[in-house]
């Protein structure tokens, strides 16, 4: 088994982005800028103003500045560009009069509010005009104001040596000047520097210079502020104790002089050491007082950072939707305020819960986004460690040479700006590229040289990570005893800061280290107490998106553990371990698609914030008007019009999924629906009746299982590993796609005889699957939970020995003995009979669309063809921008069906007139099926072409007639998330089109597409197929199906196995490439 190596960006509480120690360092300073320059405390004395040219000049100088500074103090995005653009005005006055010191103070008041819009570039550019100026006037005070603002840019954007230089040169000059409380900000901002540099003692120093000066003046609010620093370096010596000390003595002095914003900030810091203490819900607690406060004093940048400190710790504790939501609040306020770098944090917040819940590609757009505005605004910090970010991804991607380089990136930046938590992060993850390429011996120094590092900046949670790194690499060299003891000294770290995933790798390393020892129920015991974790993780991420994200993650252990126990089996055959591994294969399944199933028929929105069910709706309509636009798109559209109309759609569909998942969060009807328990052997025995077995497959990398379970009994066994079986599960689908090769009967063994590799190909993935079993199958119906590339086979078309009565034993399909079904798990089953107990029948029999019009060419259009707009004549048959991408990713085109109206009509004439209806031609369309008329029918049959998208499942669905009656174009595709909306009182879904039963294949899921769609649409039975099958092959076997099932009464599996029998024993249908594709999903009663 392959250990989980840890490859992680290690992030401190404040923001994450910046792995800085605490929020209090960057907090408390930012709280002290405005004492040197901020907007409307300059204001120059025109009295003492010497360059005077005409006194209305300089009073509408005077006015404009003190008109921009109203502006600033409202704190948003737009008004500070307001405001500069009034001081835009005031400095051409002040240019006018020829006011040197009215200019600079303008030009630095404006750097100001470049700064507060995340534009350092430019805010130094007009400190860089301002400061000569000031020389130039002799204004020392200011000057050292402007000096002292250019430091605290080149601070921001990571180059501290050249921020040291120029607060040092304004520490001069306030000396000179004997001012003491710009000496005592200035010393404070170099205390922050060392701090940042590591050198907590130098960074004592200076701060306990800046008490001493605080004290001297009696500035309780500035002895409260720096009281705070100095407990930010205590906390980063690792000394939380002492940190709280002087945190609680800043709080106290805050509170006294009402220093609402002080206090709030000395409460965050507080916050942050209850974190770091693992005291997650006193942090929060905390937190939350912090947050109305900084929202009282209208501290937005305080407010937004509160929202994502909150938003760190949920995540930390697993549950990744309430940070989700938290982060997209301060994303909104650090948007709204211009504030480029906090905007940039929370994208790497954002980033970072997707990758822990295994969505790569979603966390790469975030940190892309992330690296973007670090390069643009020249943070070297933060550039170092957003590439590190990025290589974790492309680590966990595979692509482990990708990794290495963009770690050996952010090295040195993470070295030239004195970063050593970042440093020890880079260090560490460079240590696990090595490990996974073989060389431990490198790898172990490179997590050594990491964990001093940790050590030293008291990094607690970093230093558990580096510990279980270096405890992989001792194992992967055979010390087993050496890697144990560093997994025990990162087990209590972890625990002790909260960190639920590094607990579940850790324990599961130690049960791979005792599976290994051979010490089995031990490593059982660390596996389910990992498992314990998941499970509980799981359930706090309302997102079904999401949810499924994490569990595909997770599906390793699942896999490990059902591995465990089935090797347990095979030590004590007697002790009901392979029915534990049954249930904990059930375990693993389809658990967001019950979920689903559960939630489909509770009003979940019932009790919902009004509010959040009118974003719903105007997401909806917003989707619904930009397929209007795409629809109406007039001429050729170039390919920038064809991705900005994709990307709105692609913004637009996430945000409809978080709406959604706020919606369950806060549903009291979603919180009390139970959460379905996937079954136990005995109650997977019930379901079945004598006539039925299940068979259930697990692939494993070392080992895949089969179960076979009947209403009184239950075997199991042993298959190859799961490379082996879905090498030749692959071929054997591509085989079946050919309609040349049949399967006619034959004697056992002539396949190897006749050196035929296509024959050796049924023959060997059949004895993988079946044979073990084959002695129990009898004459039994199947059903079929497969795994993997099980899941795109058509057991019906695979081989089996049929023994007749005084004839030579010979190789047969499977379905001439059996009746075949397919479920998602056996889980699946239970909750459709529960959910559809008592539902009262639909009055009516089918409902069939069919032969809809795809193209402007086609001859139904020719009678009302002067209707057509000449666009919608040049669009051809890809008439949506949405359409088009989906059929080009899929490779589709939308030719007619003639004979899908053949097939329609010869089924429609089974039923009554009043018990049917039809829509044929333009009336085939969206519209149609998602109005209220199709809930009426028990059975809803579609003919016409279907979309299968694994890479984006949104772009999955069934074409409809993308012309109405008029001639006009619409929208005729019926989308995965409109099937969702759809409300069914069907017994029966038949999707005659191609690849309709395919979709993306999730870990933990299966194939995620339109049968779970219909489902949860009302439909305990979907039949769909695997690939595409010809127009008429298609037809043929729809016609005989309906006539067995709705003449003959036949149940829809056993219907669709006598329809499929009559095509194989036809010389024209007998290739399976006819008849095997179409599976039943779902109740086969």
């Known amino acids: 088994m392959t250990k989980t190596q840890v490859c992680k960006q290690r992030q401190q509480p404040f923001q994450r982005l910046f792995s800085y120690p605490s929020l209090a360092v960057v907090t408390s300073i930012l709280v002290s800028v405005p004492t040197l320059a901020a907007p409307g405390q300059n204001l120059v004395k025109i009295a003492q103003l010497k360059q005077i040219s005409t006194p209305d000049n300089l009073a509408a100088a005077k006015r404009v500045l003190a008109e921009g500074s109203k502006l600033y103090r409202q704190g948003t995005a737009e008004s500070l560009r307001q405001a500069i653009k009034k001081w ?73 040596q050249k921020a040291l230089s120029y607060f040092n040169q304004s520490l001069s000059l306030h000396r000179v000047l004997g001012e003491k409380a710009g000496e005592a900000t200035t010393l404070n901002h170099i205390g922050s520097i060392y701090n940042d540099l590591g050198d907590n003692q130098k960074a004592l120093e200076f701060y306990n210079q800046t008490l001493s000066l605080r004290r001297m003046m009696g500035d309780k609010a500035g002895e409260g502020n720096i009281l705070s620093n100095i407990g930010v370096v205590y906390s980063d010596l690792g000394e939380k104790q002492k940190a709280l000390d002087f945190y609680n003595q800043a709080l106290t002095l805050r509170r006294a002089v009402g220093d609402k914003g002080g206090e709030a900030v000395t409460l965050t810091n507080i916050a942050t050491v209850y974190d770091d203490f693992g005291e997650k819900q006193k942090a929060l607690d905390l937190y939350n007082q912090a947050l109305p406060l900084f929202r009282l004093v209208g501290n937005k940048r305080g407010e937004g950072s509160t929202l994502s400190n909150i938003g760190v710790v949920y995540s930390d504790l697993g549950e990744k939707q309430k940070a989700l939501d938290l982060y997209n609040q301060a994303l909104t306020l650090r948007q709204a305020l211009g504030d480029k770098s906090g905007e940039a944090i929370t994208f790497n917040n954002i980033g970072k819960v997707y990758d822990e819940l295994g969505a790569r590609q979603k966390a790469l757009e975030y940190y892309n986004q992330v690296l973007v505005i670090m390069r643009a605004v020249k943070d070297k910090a933060g550039e170092g460690t957003i590439l590190s970010n ?82 992989a690499n001792y194992d992967d060299l055979g010390d087993k005893p050496k890697a144990l003891s560093y997994y025990n000294q990162a087990l209590p770290l972890t625990r002790a800061v909260g960190d639920k995933d590094l607990e579940v790798t850790i324990l599961s390393n130690m049960a791979y280290l005792e599976n290994n020892r051979g010490n089995l129920k031990q490593a059982v015991t660390q596996i389910e107490t990992a498992i314990a974790i998941i499970e509980d993780l799981r359930t706090k991420v309302a997102s079904p998106e999401l949810r499924t994200s994490y569990f595909a993650s997770q599906q390793i252990v699942y896999k490990f553990y059902i591995d465990l126990l089935m090797q347990l089996h095979k030590k004590q055959p007697s002790q009901g371990y392979d029915a534990l591994a049954l249930q904990a294969s059930e375990r693993s399944r389809a658990r967001s698609l019950l979920e689903l199933l559960t939630e489909a028929h509770a009003d979940i929105r019932q009790g919902v914030d009004p509010k959040l069910l009118e974003a719903e709706r105007t997401i909806k309509q917003k989707l619904d008007a930009l397929e209007k636009r795409r629809i109406q798109f007039n001429g050729k559209y170039s390919e920038a019009q064809v991705q900005a109309l994709e990307t709105e759609n692609q913004a637009l569909l996430a945000q409809y999924q978080e709406i959604q998942a706020r919606i369950r969060a806060s549903s009291p009807r979603y919180a009390s629906l139970t959460q379905p328990k996937p079954l136990t052997l005995v109650e997977q025995q019930q379901l079945l009746d004598d006539n039925t077995m299940l068979l259930q497959y697990s692939l494993g990398e070392q080992r895949s299982y089969l179960w076979a379970v009947t209403k009184n009994s239950m075997s199991s066994y042993e298959l190859p590993k799961s490379t082996t079986i879905e090498a030749t599960a692959k071929k054997f689908y591509q085989l079946l796609q050919n309609p040349i090769y049949k399967l006619s009967s034959r004697r056992r063994g002539t396949e190897a005889n006749s050196g035929s590799s296509k024959a050796a190909v049924f023959t060997e993935l059949s004895e993988m699957l079946l044979q073990p079993v084959a002695g129990q199958l009898g004459n039994k119906r199947l059903i079929i939970i497969s795994d993997g590339a099980l899941q795109y086979v058509p057991f019906a ?34 909750v459709l009979r529960k959910e559809l107990q008592g539902r009262q029948a639909a009055p009516k029999t089918l409902a069939v669309i069919a032969d809809p019009i795809f193209a402007s060419n086609d001859e139904r259009l020719k009678g009302i063809v002067s209707q057509v707009s000449p666009s919608a004549m040049n669009r051809g048959d890809a008439d949506s921008i949405t359409l088009a991408r989906a059929a080009r990713d899929s490779s589709v085109s939308f030719d007619r069906l003639p004979f899908t109206r053949e097939e329609a009509q010869q089924i429609l004439t089974l039923v009554p007139d009043d018990l049917r209806t039809q829509a044929f031609d333009f009336t085939a369309s969206r519209q149609f099926v998602i109005s209220s008329e199709l809930s009426k029918f028990k059975i809803v049959h579609f003919a016409t072409h279907g979309i299968l998208n ?136």
């Open 950 to 1085: 694994s890479t984006h499942p949104e772009l999955s669905g069934v074409v409809l007639s993308l012309f109405n009656n008029k001639g006009q174009p619409q929208n005729g595709f019926l989308r995965l998330h409109d099937v969702f909306n759809l409300n069914l009182s069907a017994e029966l879904v038949v999707l005659s089109a191609c690849e309709t039963g395919l979709g993306e294949e999730v870990k933990g899921e299966g194939l995620v597409g339109l049968t779970r769609g219909f489902m949860y649409a009302g439909s305990p039975r979907v039949l769909v197929s695997l690939w595409s099958v010809s127009d008429r092959g298609t037809s043929e076997l729809m016609k005989r199906f309906y006539q067995k099932m709705l003449k003959e009464t036949l149940p829809p599996a056993a219907a669709l196995r006598a329809a499929q029998l009559e095509m194989w024993q036809h010389q024209e249908f007998a290739a399976p490439f006819y008849w095997a594709a179409f599976t039943l999903q779902g109740e086969w009663k």
């Open 88 to 160: 835009q005005e005031a400095l051409k006055l002040w240019q006018q009069a020829g006011h040197k010191i009215g200019e600079a103070t303008t030009l630095i008041d404006m750097g100001v509010a470049y700064s507060d819009l995340g534009d350092p570039q430019k805010a130094l550019e007009l400190y860089n005009q301002a400061l000569p100026l000031t020389r130039m006037a002799k204004d020392r005070g200011r000057e050292a104001i402007t000096l002292s603002n250019i430091g605290k840019i080149y601070d921001d954007l990571g180059d501290k």
């Open 797 to 830: 078309a695979l081989l089996t020995l049929d023994t007749g009565k005084g004839e030579e034993s010979k190789l047969v399909p499977l379905l001439v003995k059996h009746e075949i079904v397919n479920l998602p798990s056996a889980t699946t089953l239970a």
């Open 390 to 471: 990025i290589g974790k991804v492309y680590y966990d991607l595979g692509d482990k040479q990708k990794a290495l380089e963009l770690f050996n990136q952010a090295l040195p930046l993470k070295k030239q700006v004195g970063n050593k938590a970042g440093e020890a992060t880079t260090l560490s993850n460079i240590g696990a590229v090595y490990s996974y390429l073989g060389d431990k011996q490198k790898a172990l120094a490179f997590h050594n040289q990491a964990l001093t590092l940790r050590q030293a900046v008291g990094d607690k949670g970093g230093e558990a990570s580096t510990l279980t790194s270096i405890g």
